[in-house]
């Protein structure tokens, strides 16, 4: 499985804090203006996106409810510096500081079957193999290797990796994730290592969490 992050819609955020700004209904953030660059009023961005291509020249985005076309951009130590139609001065660009570049949610890439993005996963009923829910996933935390998926319960929180072996299926229409709480991963037993399955064991390739 496979996550691509946006981060967020306007009620489902990746880890999801007070005060953090949040995308309008129907819209995901690929991007949020962290200053200006140069003297005609061109953007510098933190990339949201798992998809560098959307900051091209030429691509439309939407900035404070307002469609704009990139008129020509470039990167610069992983950064995308855009210049905006209609954003020509630093006073201009200035004012933007810590908005949310978005794209509507109609415009988001199909994803294989084994890709999901991240917004979509978050808010997601946790049941066990046995019928039992253990709570909701509310953030997703990248670690290299695989993301893995927090889920808030009565129990605790628990922090199960997004492989295959643990997550054994998401039902996005049902809004459920299946889950096989390997030893080491339920905070309410202590299991014997006999009697369970341990994640020392070879496992199935991970799934993966897509940025919008």
């Known amino acids: 499985m496979t996550t691509r992050e946006p981060v967020s819609t306007s009620t489902k955020q990746t880890g999801e804090q007070a005060g953090t700004p949040q995308p309008r209904s129907g819209y995901v953030a690929i991007g949020q203006v962290l200053g200006t660059w140069g003297v005609h009023g061109a953007l510098r961005l933190e990339s949201l996106t798992d998809f560098p291509e959307r900051f091209d020249s030429g691509s439309s985005l939407w900035l404070e ?13 992983g950064t995308p510096i855009v210049q905006l139609r209609g954003i020509d001065s630093p006073e201009t660009a200035a004012v933007l500081r810590g908005r949310l570049v978005e794209l509507p949610e109609a415009e988001l ?22 019928d039992i829910e253990i709570g909701r996933v509310t953030a997703l935390l990248p670690t290299g290797a695989n993301d893995v998926l927090v889920v808030e319960g009565e129990a605790g929180q628990y922090l199960l990796p997004l492989i295959q072996d643990v997550v054994l299926e998401v039902d996005l229409a049902g809004g459920a994730v299946t889950v096989d709480l390997l030893e080491g991963l339920d905070p309410r037993l202590q299991r014997s290592a006999a009697g369970r399955r341990s994640l020392s064991r070879p496992q199935r390739p991970p799934a993966t969490a897509r940025r919008t």
């Not at 890439?109 to 997601?124: K, N, P, S, T």
């Open 65 to 77: 409810g307002e469609k704009r076309t990139i008129e020509h951009s470039h990167w610069r130590r």
């Open 109 to 130: 890439h199909a994803l294989a079957d084994d890709e999901y993005y991240q917004h979509d996963l978050i808010g997601l009923s946790v049941r066990t193999t046995g």
